[in-house]
């Protein structure tokens, strides 16, 4: 009797040792399920977050383009108590923009800083594409085949040497480009020649440089190339040394150059201004409440045309082309500060480059 009253207690505290185990594995189960869950959550609410802002980043650039074709439209009508230009003027190489969401720099490149593809001489594309990053062999069969594309001859089946199969495989229009996109489709071009693409420089470190889009145009120039505006590869092209290129870029940074005697080098190329087209790039970046700025940057530009304004006073500026998207390595991006409180909205912030 004894006996099985002990195996009967053992028996129970075996069922409920049992029973605690499972307790202890289901609760270990459940907790990982919620946290599992748990962090798809939080991935799932940063990546919604992240695409919230970036959609509204890229509306505020646009937002920003928008109002830089407005200001332009303005022009030099309004002016303030120094006399500078309230909005816009000739030349003016970049307007800094604040919106109650965020803040805008928009860059007015005119096309006379980039070299026309469609009259530029065989050596002129070798060069610059050169300074973009190809090698001699292929600068040289590049160009010959941008001449060959645009009807002028330069033996583009010179690329069939070059194991090129993975290249675009169109065959040449034989007439002028119609649209600077049409390079990606002139045989031996590749995506980082035209965009652009990061290097490493002798120290290994890794740099952005400018791809063929930033120094060709369908309505760029022969010449003078703009020093304000002007890429650092196109300069390295048309003859700028290489140890002043730096210079000039951080020069017109701080504040454009009003003439050639400010540049400070022998330059026969360059010059200081622009044409009647230009292209508006507007990098944005948005403020967060607190008024740190976010780390997402989206940009959009718009090419543009001025007009008479005796003839075409109600809208002197005429859009060519609108890109959506119009990164560059080159783009001047709103810096990652706070900004100073009391600025009001929509005004150039002190010390923005006029």
Same mark, same amino acid.
């Given at each position: 009797?004894?006996?099985?009253?002990?195996?009967?207690?053992?028996?129970?505290?075996?069922?409920?040792?049992?029973?605690l185990?499972a307790?202890?594995?289901?609760?270990?189960?459940?907790?990982?399920?919620?946290?599992?869950?748990?962090?798809?959550?939080?991935?799932?609410?940063?990546?919604?977050?992240?695409?919230?802002?970036?959609?509204?980043t890229?509306?505020?650039?646009?937002?920003?383009?928008?109002?830089?074709?407005?200001?332009?439209?303005?022009?030099?009508?309004?002016?303030?108590?120094?006399?500078t230009a309230?909005y816009?003027?000739?030349?003016?190489?970049?307007?800094?923009?604040?919106?109650?969401?965020?803040?805008?720099?928009?860059?007015?490149? $005119?096309? &006379?800083?980039?070299?026309?593809v469609? =009259?530029?001489?065989? %050596?002129?594309l070798? @060069?610059?594409?050169?300074? #973009? !990053?190809?090698?001699?062999?292929?600068?040289q069969?590049?160009?010959?085949?941008?001449?060959?594309?645009r009807?002028?001859?330069?033996?583009?089946?010179?690329?069939?040497?070059?194991?090129?199969?993975?290249?675009?495989?169109?065959?040449?229009?034989?007439?002028?480009?119609?649209?600077?996109?049409?390079?990606l489709l002139?045989?031996?071009?590749?995506?980082?020649?035209?965009?652009?693409?990061?290097?490493?420089?002798?120290?290994?470190?890794?740099?952005?440089?400018?791809?063929?889009?930033?120094?060709?145009s369908?309505?760029?120039?022969?010449?003078?190339?703009?020093?304000?505006?002007?890429?650092?590869?196109?300069?390295?092209?048309?003859?700028v $040394?290489p &140890?002043?290129?730096?210079?000039?870029? =951080?020069?017109?940074? %701080?504040?454009?150059f @009003?003439?050639l005697?400010? #540049? !400070?080098?022998?330059?026969?190329?360059?010059?200081?201004?622009?044409?009647?087209?230009?292209?508006?790039r507007?990098?944005?970046?948005?403020?967060?409440?607190?008024?740190?700025?976010?780390?997402?940057?989206?940009?959009?530009?718009a090419?543009?045309?001025l007009?008479?304004?005796?003839t075409?006073?109600?809208?002197?500026?005429?859009?060519?082309?609108?890109?959506p998207?119009?990164?560059?390595?080159s783009?001047?991006?709103?810096?990652?500060?706070?900004?100073l409180?009391?600025?009001?909205?929509?005004?150039?912030?002190?010390g923005?480059?006029?």
């Amino acid at each position: 009797m004894i006996n099985s009253k002990a195996t009967s207690n053992s028996s129970r505290k075996s069922e409920r040792g049992s029973a605690l185990l499972a307790v202890l594995w289901m609760s270990a189960a459940l907790a990982a399920i919620a946290f599992s869950v748990s962090a798809t959550v939080r991935s799932e609410t940063d990546r919604v977050s992240t695409s919230s802002d970036s959609m509204r980043t890229s509306y505020l650039a646009s937002g920003a383009v928008e109002r830089a074709i407005q200001w332009m439209m303005w022009g030099g009508d309004y002016r303030n108590q120094d006399g500078t230009a309230k909005y816009w003027e000739p030349n003016l190489p970049r307007m800094a923009m604040r919106f109650p969401s965020g803040d805008a720099v928009v860059e007015l490149i $005119p096309e &006379a800083s980039k070299m026309n593809v469609n =009259t530029a001489s065989s %050596q002129d594309l070798y @060069k610059v594409i050169l300074a #973009v !990053g190809s090698d001699p062999a292929r600068a040289q069969a590049i160009a010959g085949a941008i001449l060959d594309w645009r009807g002028g001859g330069g033996g583009g089946n010179s690329l069939n040497g070059l194991n090129l199969g993975s290249g675009p495989t169109f065959r040449p229009r034989h007439a002028s480009f119609q649209e600077i996109e049409e390079l990606l489709l002139v045989q031996g071009m590749t995506p980082e020649l035209y965009y652009g693409n990061f290097v490493t420089d002798s120290d290994g470190k890794l740099y952005a440089r400018g791809g063929l889009r930033d120094c060709l145009s369908v309505w760029g120039s022969a010449g003078p190339y703009d020093a304000n505006t002007a890429s650092p590869a196109l300069m390295e092209a048309v003859g700028v $040394p290489p &140890a002043a290129i730096g210079d000039i870029v =951080t020069r017109r940074m %701080q504040r454009p150059f @009003k003439n050639l005697g400010e #540049v !400070g080098v022998s330059a026969p190329r360059l010059g200081i201004g622009g044409n009647y087209i230009w292209t508006l790039r507007a990098s944005a970046r948005l403020r967060r409440p607190d008024g740190v700025p976010s780390e997402v940057v989206r940009t959009s530009a718009a090419v543009v045309k001025l007009m008479d304004r005796r003839t075409y006073y109600l809208n002197p500026v005429h859009v060519l082309r609108y890109y959506p998207d119009a990164w560059s390595q080159s783009a001047v991006v709103p810096p990652a500060v706070p900004v100073l409180p009391g600025m009001p909205a929509g005004m150039n912030p002190p010390g923005a480059a006029r």
